[in-house]
């Protein structure tokens, strides 16, 4: 039923004590993670729920489903078999760990008890309800919290009783905690005889529960307990009513040091009283309960619901619950590509994509002590079987056991969503080198391809926006300057700030009503992992990202611009008011704006200007060159001010003697007028932004740090013909593709 589950040794492993950041940890020395020499894992454990240093995803209670019910087991270590204690048919359980939680409430009324529970269930802390047989009637007991101090449970309650709701619905009786002290009133030989006992204890009112245990013989046992304390007086209270119930039945203090699952009846998730799951409490310490579904793939509720090949094992990290998947490594990497990538990339590229996964999780070492790697993108994405494709698969099964190395070892494949044409040195990422992170051309295009043109408006009211061009349709006529009049073809066309849907970051800020008219001032292609447009923003906003992120700013913002850029072009040094933003690393620019797609951008705007050694600050509305050569704004004067690189006063010069590079090299007038669209169209070409006051765009490419391999390159050059060793060659400098 079980099989061998090993953790890696700990001293075969250099162990990662680095900031985590995403794809990072093992570049900051510059050289590979497996400094022990680590080039094959037939095993890997990923950390789905667990409280770390470097990761934090905290669930007291976990909730797990399959379809053909579970075989639990338990270890004492991770380099020892399951021992199994438990083979049901129950295709949903839940799991806690024995610690401290506040019994809100106790009814014989369901519906009062699920009231309560809904209410908590909003709060900060995990609440539950048990059901449970107490003097010959079912009654239901609603928890809140489940934490490993009496101290931090008692808090918890004394928050949710502000509640007035909670205070109402609780009748203001004061909450009982609940706690890890038991009497044990013996071992049974089966589990009639100990639910026998049970039935004599909740007869008279005391808690009592089914515990599985082991022998000495190393068999599962069945006992029974009574009482969850959280001091010994209270457990004094417990033991003089057991008596009382059982006299001839002696009570020894619970073993809570040795492993041991308490069996409750959960109704959290029930719409029916009688339809309880079982809720397994484990002990807290080096217990380890694997739990193993005799069909394929378990369901995790609290990550999304997403099944998950091979077992679960519920364990105590840094005093809370903790939820490990571990599984043969090369089904982990099926959940990786179908996470990652999708059906429709070829073949070659999801080759490179495996080989590059199965590296980077080997390298990551004891990264979390329990685990490798966690299903988040601070390693690489993880979602089990819900994204598996056929392709995919046969992916991983054609390159086996094969890693990417260089003449020291396996190397960190990091890799990107799209590199926006060419990927990032190792410096204009994490500020140091790594010389096979070299930044190289990347055809990245196909991200934008098949994207939808998007109309930039004006709407009666003045305001400007964007909105989907299958919304709207030219009216025939044209505003006094010439521009077309479109208008809606439906009620409710969304008008957003920028060319794409986000409804959190990029909001509705208008509705269209049907046949409403607006002026079209620009078209943009939807954003996307190539290319794409964030803001516009006010430079008040901008300072607001600034300090959220802990960027102090004196004053108000005036100026904003790129004053440094690496190989690739990308932004390596930010100054505000011409002072250098002070960042982590070069990557962390894109964080501390807000969270732009990639640090391959442009600002445009009034009141400032993107280039590498110079800026332009003023008041008053300039003219700026976006990347196409296209003037969005312009002057009302004839001077502006420019602020060089090492000037601290800005110089007036001549609009007519501003020059900027282009995209492509060359050399052009930066203020030369109004907007001027390429295109005889009304409507203005790409690139073309019009902008309300003192407000910038960041434009950009690109999606992602930008360094290793880009998943959009490797696909354009699988459709170039590359195949997978080619493509991993191309994005890694001096690497070989071998099988370990």
Known sequence: MFGRHQLVNPKRIAIITAAALTFTATLYGGSEANADGIKHLDQIR??????????????????????????????????????????????????????????????????????????????????????????????????????????????????????????????????????????????????????????????????????????????????????????????ELVKQAALKAAPNTPLQPANTKAAYLIRRSDVTTSSNPAAAVAHYVTAVGEQKTVIHPKKQGIAVKERMDRSFRGDMEISTYHDRLALVNELPMDQYLYGVIGAELNSQWPAEALKAQAVAARTYAIVQGNKYEIAQVTDTTLEQAYYGLDKEFTAGNLAVDATKDEVISNKRGLIS???????????????????????????????????????????????????IGFVHSMYVKDSGQKDKAGKAIYEATEADVNVRSAPYVDNVANPAIAKLATKEKVVILGQERESNAYSWIRGPYSLSEIKSKLEAAKIPINGELTSLEVSKRGPSGRAIELKANGVVVKVDNPDAIRGVLGGLPSTLFEIEGAGSYTGTSSSVSSGASIAILSGSGVVSSSSPSDSVYVLSGKQTQPTAVKKTDLMTLSSTGISKPALTGTVSPTSSSSIPSKGSIALQGNQIIFRGKGFGHGVGMSQWGAKGFAEKGYDYKKILQTYFTGVNITKE
């Open 46 to 235: 990923v950390a789905l729920v667990i409280n770390a240093a470097k990761y934090k995803k905290i669930e007291p209670l976990v909730s797990l489903s399959s379809p053909g019910g579970f075989d639990i087991g338990v270890r004492s270590s991770a380099n020892t078999e399951a021992k199994p204690w438990a083979s049901i048919s129950d295709t949903m359980i839940r799991m806690s760990l024995d610690q401290y939680s506040m019994m809100m409430l106790e009814t014989a009324d369901f519906a009062t008890a699920k009231s309560l529970n809904t209410k908590l269930a909003a709060m900060a802390e995990e609440s539950f309800v048990l059901s449970r047989t107490k003097l010959g009637k079912m009654v239901y007991q609603v928890y809140y919290g489940n934490l490993p101090t009496q101290a931090e449970a008692e808090n918890a309650a004394t928050g949710a009783l502000k509640d007035p709701t909670v205070a109402a619905l609780t009748k203001s009786v004061a909450p009982v905690v609940s706690g890890p002290l038991h009497w044990s009133a013996g071992t049974y030989a089966s589990e009639a005889a100990a639910q026998q006992q049970i039935a004599v204890y909740s007869g008279a009112g005391v808690q009592a529960e089914l515990v599985l245990q082991a022998d000495v013989a190393g068999n599962v046992a069945y006992s029974v307990w009574l009482g969850s304390e959280a001091t010994d007086a209270k457990l």
């Open 413 to 463: 494949p990091v890799f990107a969503s799209n590199a926006g044409g060419i990927t990032a040195d190792s410096t204009e990422a994490w500020g140091n080198s790594v010389d096979y992170l070299r930044s190289v051309a990347s055809p990245d295009e196909g991200a934008e391809q098949g994207k939808a043109i998007w109309y930039q408006i004006q709407l009666t009211d003045g305001r």
